[in-house]
């Protein structure tokens, strides 16, 4: 069984800086593609990034280009999430996914608030 | 982008009854390697999501039975055949065939 474990979510002020981390184990993690999705509260999933299985391509949701940065090291199993000029509205539920969505992790919760 | 959008947003089922969802996309999601990427996600109250269907039909290991999935191009459903409490919950249809992914408004799943 794959487990993912997203850590690193907290409280920060507009236009600061998180990093979200994914540890993934059980599975071949270099084979995978690999997705951060969120949730806001009460709101439903929104994708936010993907990263192929080598880390040679990354895609972003339109209102995260440029400020989020997916990575990822094969040879640690990790995937992350580096989250820059955060806004009120990138508050949300922040799971990383594996694949086509066989597994998830139990998300890491961001909250932007002055 | 690619839109999905489901009917009912909101379905109050008796338990022991069927229930139906519907999720139609703005545009084909047939892949250029044949494959349609569209799945089906139950979300538990409090709990991350769990996908129960891959590739429009395809069950997960572990999912009941009662649960199954049909369509084809731009038209799906998921439909449970006789809903048990533990069915309560949100359920979302979601594409990773296009760019940018996309889900669902997710409809949520009562027992009246």
């Known amino acids: 069984e794959v487990q993912l474990v997203e850590s690193g979510g907290g409280l920060v002020q507009p236009g600061g800086s998180l990093r979200l981390s994914c540890a993934a184990s059980g599975s071949t993690f270099s084979n995978d593609w690999m997705r951060w999705i969120r949730q806001a509260p009460g709101k439903g999933l929104e994708w936010v990034a993907n990263?192929?299985?080598?880390?040679?391509?990354?895609y972003y949701v339109d209102s995260v280009k440029g400020r989020f940065t997916i990575s990822r090291d094969n040879a640690k199993n990790s995937l992350s999430l580096q989250m820059n000029s955060l806004r009120v509205e990138d508050t949300a539920v922040y799971y990383c996914m594996r694949g086509g969505g066989a597994d998830w992790g139990k998300g890491t919760t961001v909250t932007v608030s002055s | 982008d690619v839109v999905m959008t489901q009917s009912p947003l909101s379905l109050p089922v008796t338990l022991g009854q069927p229930a139906s969802i519907s999720c139609r996309s703005s545009?084909?999601?047939?892949?250029?390697?044949?494959?349609?990427?569209l799945s089906w996600l139950q979300q538990r109250p409090g709990h991350s999501p769990r996908r129960l269907i891959d590739q429009v039909s395809n069950r997960d290991s572990g999912v009941p039975d009662r649960f199954s999935g049909t369509g084809s191009g731009t038209d799906f459903t998921l439909k449970i055949s006789r809903v048990e409490a533990e069915d309560i919950g949100v359920y979302y249809c979601?594409?990773?065939?296009?760019?940018?992914?996309?889900f669902g408004q997710g409809t949520k799943l009562e027992i009246k």
């Open positions: 979601m594409q990773h065939s296009s760019w940018p992914h996309s």
């Open positions: 545009q084909s999601l047939v892949y250029s390697d044949g494959n349609t990427y």
């Open positions: 990263i192929k299985p080598d880390g040679s391509g990354q």
